[in-house]
């Protein structure tokens, strides 16, 4: 079996978020899988197969941290088409079964690739105890994202707070199911991002995730409202960094975004 190591939203090598690449002939028990994603030690690790023509998708798609399978995960979504793509595989636009429904990844002739997922419902909620001092610092608002997302949006005053974040990662556990979205308004937009986030997913495995595409099914509207545009610009701050353009289509979510494969190898179990 060929492994492949993709950074995603990003287009260029060792930036953006890496996920691990596996196309199979079908899925083996879920124990290898976990093991696998274990070993590949990325936030996540994606394992496709193809499915019979003539159905609602045409490739089967799973997730896998290196503690547990998830429910939607954008980057490696995206590095999955990249591969698909950039092999022959699957050239063209390729529908993926996944527990979130059915997921469409359509690639551009510059070799971006636009992903449709489902918006995220945003509810208010009350910051809950002990987010601030876990997080280390104030936020203004905090946001529901719903089940298939299941994380915390924390709005902060600015860029520089969400850029100077130095969390315990421990105390943010107990914050939401999977993990905590930290976001601010873009400082100076002319710079090529609309709004800034950085995301924490200790009940995952993951202290912090380098881009995150489901994170920005919840953030898109959240700043499409606020910005007054449904085409935006973020930028996930993290030490790796990488930019998504999201575009709010009501229900469904577009997230746009490059992939470069950096390794490719031989899984030899």
Not at 25 to 39: M, R
Not at 179 to 201: E, H, L, Q
Request: proline share 8%; hydrophobic share 40%.
């Amino acid at each position: 079996m060929r492994i492949r190591i993709v950074d995603a939203f990003t287009d260029r090598p060792f930036a953006g978020n890496p996920a691990g690449v596996l196309l199979l002939d079908a899925f083996p028990e879920d124990d290898w899988l976990q093991q696998v994603a274990l070993e590949v030690n990325h936030a996540e690790t994606a394992f496709a197969h193809p499915l019979p023509g003539g159905g609602a998708a045409d490739w089967a798609l799973r997730w896998f941290t290196p503690a547990t399978e998830v429910a939607m995960c954008g980057h490696a979504t995206l590095a999955t088409a990249h591969v698909l793509r950039t092999t022959g595989t699957h050239p063209g636009p390729v529908r993926f079964a996944t527990r979130s429904g059915v997921l469409i990844a359509t690639p551009a002739d510059d070799g971006a690739i636009t992903l449709d997922f489902p918006t995220a419902p945003l509810t208010a909620v009350e910051v809950p105890d002990g987010a601030a001092q876990a997080l280390g610092a104030q936020p203004r608002a905090a946001f529901d994202t719903g089940p298939n997302v299941g994380d915390l949006v924390l709005e902060l005053a600015d860029e520089k707070t969400v850029r100077g974040l130095a969390p315990d990662h421990k105390a943010l556990a107990s914050c939401s199911t999977r993990g905590v979205i930290a976001t601010a308004r873009a400082d100076a937009p002319g710079r090529g991002y609309d709004f800034v986030s950085r995301c924490f997913f200790p009940n995952v495995g993951i202290d912090e995730d380098p881009v995150t595409g489901s994170a920005h099914t919840a953030l898109a509207p959240y700043w499409s409202q606020r910005l007054g545009r449904p085409d935006l610009t973020g930028l996930q701050a993290s030490p790796r960094s990488g930019l998504v353009r999201t575009g709010l289509r009501g229900d469904r979510t577009l997230l746009t975004g490059h992939a470069v494969t950096v390794i490719e190898g031989e899984l030899r179990v």
